[in-house]
């Protein structure tokens, strides 16, 4: 099947994309990578939508030290953030997490605003920006403005943003010497989105979980986060899989993503105290 497009203009600045936007009578869609918006169209889930390219704004791409944290432009495409070596080094759990995403043709054209925006509850990059406490940052016809990760994802394929707003930017804290960010997910197939994964961040001997694909939403495991700090990993799976409520499809039933996400717990720790490295 082909895709159904309302109309196609190309954005030279986030002004003309926001300009763009407000003249497109609600039909407006931004498009970044093309990697799910054009899937979805291909598919006719979105007919007669207005594209607003966004792809070529140079202002929205490359990675920046900015004090305690790294900026990390929107429109950075995954194999951009996979190879990026201020990413590498101040939030590797990003640099990882692109080995688990898609094939090497989506990842070269995939962003990462493009993803977190699009919030699909499977994707890597909303769990790892919880994880790591990113602060989104936005522009809109009523100025900038910066969202918690915590208040970003609301439902399946839904965020924060307003409509017509753009992601600019995602930040996050600079990792502490000491730190150690892992990811752990199981799929079918390499490649495939996860059944269930999970990603887990030490920041001087504090917690942050996160889980994806368990839910409509990638969410913050907050009494596992306390056993863990407490040091008692069985009593952060007990709870992991206590505060979870994974879906059942087709892919695998709510009960054995339950319990693959306690398995990917142990292995996460094992990981960050360095014994399965
Ligand atoms: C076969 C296949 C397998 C995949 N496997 C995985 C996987 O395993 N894990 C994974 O995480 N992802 C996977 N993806 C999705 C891929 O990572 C996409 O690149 C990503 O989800 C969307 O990024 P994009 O830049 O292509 O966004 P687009 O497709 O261009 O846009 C997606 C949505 O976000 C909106 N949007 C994009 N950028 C912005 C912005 N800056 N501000 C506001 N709104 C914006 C668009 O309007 C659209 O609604 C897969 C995709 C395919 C086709």
């Known amino acids: 099947m082909k895709a159904s497009a309302g109309g196609y203009a190309r954005a030279v600045d986030v002004a003309h994309a926001l300009e763009l936007m407000a003249g497109s009578e609600g039909a407006g869609r931004f498009l970044a990578g093309g990697q799910s918006l054009v899937a ?3 598919m006719r889930l979105s007919e007669g939508d207005m594209l607003i390219d ?3 704004i140079a202002d929205l791409s490359g990675v920046r030290e900015d004090g305690d944290r790294l900026r990390i432009g929107a429109l950075t495409r995954h194999a951009q953030v996979g190879n990026d ?3 590498r080094a101040h939030a590797p759990l990003l640099s990882t997490a692109v080995d688990y995403i898609a094939h090497a043709a989506i990842r070269n054209r995939g962003t990462i605003g493009g993803a977190l925006a699009h919030a699909d509850p499977a994707a890597e990059f909303p769990a790892c920006a919880l994880a790591l ?3 989104m940052h936005a522009s809109g016809s009523a100025g900038t403005r910066d969202i918690s990760v915590e208040d970003f994802f609301e ?3 839904t965020t924060a943003l307003e409509e017509g707003e753009i992601l600019t930017a995602i930040s996050v ?5 000491d730190e150690v960010q892992v990811i752990e997910e199981v799929a079918r197939r390499s ?3 996860a059944l269930t994964g999970l990603c887990l961040v030490r920041r001087k001997a504090r917690h942050r979980l996160s889980v994806f694909s368990a839910g409509p939403v990638p969410t913050l495991a907050r009494g596992a986060m306390q056993a863990l700090d407490a040091g008692d990993t069985e009593a952060a799976v007990e709870a992991l899989r206590k ?3 994974p879906p059942s499809d087709t892919q695998a039933s709510g009960s054995y993503r339950r319990h693959l996400a306690g398995v990917l717990l142990r292995r996460a720790v094992a990981r960050i105290e360095g014994d399965n490295p």
């Open 40 to 42: 979805a169209m291909n």
């Open 54 to 56: 966004i792809s070529r």
């Open 85 to 87: 070596p201020m990413i």
């Open 133 to 135: 406490g990113a602060t």
């Open 155 to 157: 439902d399946v394929f």
């Open 173 to 177: 804290p600079k990792a502490e010497p």
């Open 191 to 193: 490649g495939d989105y």
């Open 243 to 245: 505060e979870i409520d």
